[in-house]
């Protein structure tokens, strides 16, 4: 049993290196140029480390077939690691092949431990050592040895500086420039120098008088000189030095270089600091290397920088703060790279610190149901504590419906991951896909640190994989195409995603040729799904392609075909409370935006009366809430819109909708709701406010009611309705748009 | 020949301590109660350093630099302003009244003769 346990975790552990090892294998591929980079030689050590890992606990596991074809991989890896064997393309793409066929054995044990693999993977495994023997030692062709390379990593000792000339001695050196008016101000610059040999001994000062005009133009109230000066002094800071010509700090160009001797000791206090903060900047002005004041000068010329960037070319990278603080002299280069170093360690820590704990999904799963039971018996002892009008009791409840709600929101957090990690995955479907299709297509990633509930991600996967290779196969055009219509001949796919008003949006895009209208439109009337005298926006016409039958290669050749109906992309997103809905610019490029909920699980609701029925709309889609006053009710009887404060609103009586019997309520009330950029209201008779719900989803028998989502069970053990706002709002502006066809 | 400093502020004992501090120092001192005192005191002869509060009675300090600067004698005399941690404002108005200087109060002799041998060796 044990056994079994420790096995599950060789399993889930080799996936996770085998993962880690196709990212750095494509981050070599991707920059192959210069193998000794220290980015490559980390990189080469990773995929090292992972297929001696994995060789070593499958040999405890006895998993000899496994252990055999891992051991060649890795001896030509640790070649490779040597220098002994460069570093191509056509080496990447066989250990990605490799890495590929260890996850094949892997996935086999994990099917079945004692499993033997089957003949085809057994052919594979055959063919990828075949093509090692290449690379393993004593093999014809291979390139001779390449030592050095790591004699070469070693830090090299820099004695010259940018600006500021060279600082080898003891001695700091201070650059300064004063202003014209520092005299006007009323200081002697003289003053600071004797000053700051208080403080030490000056050893040297050179006198620029550069700057100074020809008499008839000087003017004897302005300063033109500058002073640069190198000073000894034993236990003197950076900050020490800044603060004797503190008050001429506005009137100066003030730069101060540590002494050679010091570089080593900041180099060291950046290593020793703690990693609370890792921000570069901070670094630097915690080990007394910069000053706070010139932190704030450098950040300051990095957002001049960044907005003149953007002004000439948006493509254009913003400076690096390690950039500026060298470029401006502030900080040796070496500080910045040792700064740079720490930061890296430091987050690399952080991100294994996040990887800690690993948990039962059901557990999980187990949790969240009783959290959901709790909400549902808070809400009861809420409502009866409010019936007793007992202050004492009255104020205990509240608290523990406080305490309820964040005890909701963190293990509703437990579930919630980033979606990085899903789109990482699209890396290596774009290179194989691009390969494939003999396109050249890279893949850009955008807000990979959204989060999203664990079992959406899960089932994102697959409409998102139809969509990219979509895009990519129908959407991006061939290079020639691209290069006449101006754009560059490597074509791109987006990924992105955010949050927006309680959902999260999930955007695949290419810069692509975007969709035909027209011709979508002639598919869709030959097919009869529109009439030929309706009139249809963009986004309507776009939608078409979502329609059951509508992709056949020929019909829109731009994005279709391969037999990936697009009609089943969206009943997945539907099937998760979702809607899907298509950018198009004709020539730029086609988005498909995904809009799904936050959470599966539980929501925070508003819920409403109608009659002696209650109804719950998700909190997050409710705009405002107006009174339907008398005058209001008389003219709106017939008609189903109202004038929202000088835009059309169209509504839905929910009492018509779901025909609730009884009287109209004396009050009426209209909740406006949104949704996707698309308003409508809800006329309803009572308000009851702010509610937290469970969603316990409908049976199969009601999975075709329209307007109805869920059910939930309230406080006081009756079942309320949760609505669809989507479905409503696309039910009350359809009515609306169909009367205004008829004229009405 | 020693450089003069005046210190002009309301209170008696603060003017005596640093009064204390500069004399020790090797500095000249003399003292102004208030902005209207002090622009009574100087009548042309040399003064190499301005000290001055802010708040004090019958003239501000702020309205005494903007009268001191326009005095030919004083329109490159240094000012140090002494503000407090919540004065930023003020700290603000002085800088543009011709006080380039500050020092927060409360402060240390030791920190005052700092500041002022910054802007003028003894």
């Known amino acids: 049993m044990e056994f079994d346990q420790a096995l599950q975790t060789f399993i889930m552990e080799s996936?996770?290196?085998?993962?880690?090892?196709?990212?750095?294998?494509?981050?070599?591929?991707?920059?192959?140029?210069?193998?000794?980079?220290?980015?490559?030689?980390?990189?080469?050590?990773?995929?090292?480390?992972?297929?001696?890992?994995?060789?070593?606990?499958?040999?405890?596991?006895?998993l000899d077939g496994i252990v055999a074809f891992t051991h060649v991989v890795e001896n030509v890896l640790d070649r490779v690691r040597g220098g002994e064997v460069p570093v191509d393309g056509d080496l990447v793409a066989l250990l990605l092949s490799c890495r590929d066929h260890i996850g094949m054995l892997v996935e086999q044990i994990a099917v079945d431990a004692a499993a033997q693999p089957d003949k085809e993977t057994e052919a594979t495994g055959i063919m990828l050592l075949n093509q090692l023997k290449a690379y393993q030692a004593g093999a014809k062709g291979?390139?001779?040895?390449?030592?050095?390379?790591?004699?070469?990593?070693?830090?090299?000792?820099?004695?010259?500086?940018?600006?500021?000339?060279?600082?080898?001695?003891?001695?700091?050196?201070?650059?300064l420039r004063f202003s014209h008016d520092v005299l006007r101000n009323g200081m002697d610059p003289?003053?600071?120098?004797?000053?700051?040999?208080?403080?030490?001994?000056?050893?040297?000062?050179?006198?620029?008088?550069?700057?100074?005009?020809?008499v008839p133009d000087m003017d004897p109230e302005s300063c033109y000189l500058g002073f640069e000066i190198d000073f000894h002094g034993d236990n003197v800071g950076k900050a020490t030095i800044e603060g004797v010509f503190e008050f001429v700090r506005d009137d100066c160009t003030l730069r101060i270089l540590p002494p050679h001797s010091r570089i080593e000791e900041y180099i060291q206090l950046i290593n020793e600091l703690s990693e609370d903060k890792i921000r570069l900047g901070d670094l630097l002005v915690n080990s007394g290397s910069l000053t706070r004041k010139e932190l704030d000068e450098a950040l300051c010329l990095q957002a001049l920088s960044a907005e003149s960037c953007r002004e000439k070319s948006p493509t254009q990278d913003i400076c690096q703060l390690g950039e500026i603080l060298v470029k401006q002299g502030m900080v040796q280069p070496e500080l910045v790279d040792a700064a740079l170093g720490k930061q890296k360690v430091a987050k690399e820590n952080k991100v294994q610190e996040s990887k800690l704990i690993r948990i039962q999904a059901d557990k999980l799963d187990q949790l969240i149901n009783l959290v959901g039971e709790m909400v549902i018996a808070g809400a009861a002892t809420s409502l009866l504590a409010q019936r007793t009008r007992d202050p004492a009791l009255h104020e205990a409840t509240s608290t523990l419906s406080r305490l309820v709600e964040e005890i909701r929101d963190s293990a509703l957090q437990l579930r919630m991951v980033q979606i990085g990690e899903t789109f990482s995955r699209f890396n290596r479907v774009v290179r194989d896909?691009?390969?494939?299709?003999?396109?050249?297509?890279?893949?850009?990633?955008?807000?990979?640190?959204?989060?999203?509930?664990?079992?959406?991600?899960?089932?994102?996967?697959?409409?998102?994989?139809?969509?990219?290779?979509?895009?990519?196969?129908?959407?991006?055009?061939?290079?020639?195409?691209?290069?006449?219509?101006g754009k560059p001949a490597k074509g791109t796919v987006h990924l992105n995603a955010y949050h927006e008003s309680g959902s999260i949006v999930v955007e695949v895009g290419d810069d692509g040729g975007g969709l035909n209208r027209d011709r979508?439109?002639?598919?869709?009337?030959?097919?009869?799904?529109?009439?030929?005298?309706?009139?249809?926006?963009?986004?309507?016409?776009?939608?078409?392609?979502?329609?059951?039958?509508?992709?056949?290669?020929?019909?829109?050749t731009n994005l279709s075909g391969r037999g990936v109906g697009m009609d089943v992309v969206r009943r997945n997103i539907e099937a998760l409370r979702g809607t899907v809905e298509i950018d198009s610019r004709e020539g730029a490029g086609a988005t498909v935006r995904i809009r799904l909920p936050l959470t599966l699980a539980i929501i925070d609701g508003f819920l409403l009366g109608v009659g002696s029925a209650s109804?719950?709309?998700?909190?997050?889609?409710?705009?405002?809430?107006?009174?339907?006053?008398?005058?209001?009710?008389?003219?709106?009887?017939?008609?189903?819109?109202?004038?929202?404060?000088?835009?059309?609103?169209?509504?839905?009586?929910?009492?018509?909708?779901?025909?609730?019997?009884?009287?109209?309520?004396?009050?009426?009330?209209?909740?406006?709701?949104?949704?996707?950029?698309?308003?409508?209201?809800?006329?309803?008779?009572?308000?009851?406010?702010?509610?937290?719900?469970?969603?316990?989803?409908?049976?199969?028998?009601?999975?075709?009611?329209?307007?109805?989502?869920?059910?939930?069970?309230?406080?006081?053990?009756?079942?309320?309705?949760?609505?669809?706002v989507p479905a409503l709002i696309q039910r009350a502006v359809s009515k609306e748009a169909q009367l205004l066809a008829y004229g009405l | 020949m020693a450089k003069t400093v005046m210190i002009v502020d309301d209170s008696a004992s603060l003017r005596q301590v640093v009064g204390i501090a500069l004399r020790s120092a090797g500095y000249d001192v003399i003292e102004g109660c208030d902005g209207k005192d002090a622009l009574s005191k100087l009548t042309g002869q040399k003064v190499h350093l301005v000290i001055s509060d802010v708040n004090m009675p019958n003239m501000d300090g702020i309205t005494f630099v903007k009268n001191l600067k326009q005095i030919p004698a004083y329109k490159f005399t240094p000012v140090i302003m002494l503000t407090t941690e919540s004065q930023e404002g003020k700290k603000q108005e002085g800088q543009s009244a011709g006080a380039k200087a500050w020092v927060v109060k409360p402060f240390q002799p030791a920190q005052m003769l700092a500041a002022v041998s910054k802007l003028v060796m003894p």
Not at chain 1, 35 to 58: E, L, M, Q
Not at chain 1, 143 to 152: E, H, I, Y
Request: aromatic share 4%; charged share 25%; glycine share 10%.
């Open chain 1, 142 to 175: 291979t390139a001779p040895a390449v030592t050095g390379a790591r004699v070469q990593s070693q830090a090299p000792v820099i004695t010259t500086l940018p600006s500021g000339g060279t600082v080898e001695s003891d001695n700091w050196h201070i650059s």
């Open chain 1, 15 to 62: 996936r996770e290196l085998l993962e880690a090892m196709e990212e750095s294998l494509l981050g070599l591929e991707s920059s192959p140029d210069d193998p000794d980079s220290p980015d490559n030689r980390d990189a080469i050590g990773a995929i090292f480390r992972s297929a001696h890992t994995i060789k070593g606990s499958g040999g405890l596991f006895g």
């Open chain 1, 520 to 556: 979508i439109l002639a598919k869709a009337l030959e097919k009869g799904l529109v009439t030929a005298n309706q009139t249809l926006s963009d986004q309507d016409v776009y939608g078409l392609i979502f329609e059951a039958g509508f992709s056949t290669a020929e019909a829109v």
């Open chain 1, 615 to 724: 109804y719950v709309v998700p909190l997050d889609m409710v705009m405002e809430c107006i009174e339907l006053d008398d005058a209001e009710r008389q003219e709106t009887r017939e008609s189903n819109y109202i004038n929202l404060r000088g835009t059309v609103l169209p509504f839905i009586r929910l009492r018509d909708q779901f025909r609730e019997l009884g009287k109209a309520g004396r009050r009426e009330n209209i909740v406006v709701v949104q949704y996707a950029g698309q308003k409508a209201g809800l006329v309803v008779d009572e308000l009851m406010g702010e509610f937290q719900t469970v969603i316990k989803p409908l049976g199969k028998l009601f999975g075709n009611l329209k307007g109805v989502s869920g059910s939930t069970i309230l406080g006081s053990g009756e079942v309320a309705l949760i609505l669809d």
């Open chain 1, 190 to 214: 003289l003053a600071f120098i004797r000053y700051l040999d208080n403080m030490g001994k000056i050893v040297h000062v050179v006198t620029l008088p550069d700057a100074m005009p020809l």
């Open chain 1, 433 to 485: 896909v691009s390969k494939e299709i003999g396109k050249e297509i890279g893949l850009s990633i955008g807000g990979a640190e959204t989060e999203l509930d664990k079992s959406v991600v899960e089932k994102i996967g697959d409409p998102l994989m139809h969509l990219v290779r979509n895009s990519m196969d129908h959407g991006i055009e061939k290079a020639e195409i691209r290069r006449q219509r």
